[in-house]
């Protein structure tokens, strides 16, 4: 199963992500809930937990949400 983490997902802001981990509060608070998130769906894919197509839907539409404020973030603190 292919993994879909910040770093591997935008290569090219590894150093803003870590700068942004280190200095913004809000900022790794997503970060982190991003990675529990990913970690979970990526147990769920590889049959490890079993749950609900339903479950499912809302724990990748969030993965998303955060995905999309983070990213936004990113960009944003680029200027």
Known sequence: MERHDLLHEFPEYQEKIHQLKTDNSHFRELFDEYHE???????????EEIVIDEYMH????KLLFIKDELFSMLQNNMK
């Open 37 to 47: 998130l990913e970690h979970e769906i990526h147990r769920i894919n590889s049959g």
């Open 58 to 61: 809302t724990l990748k539409a």
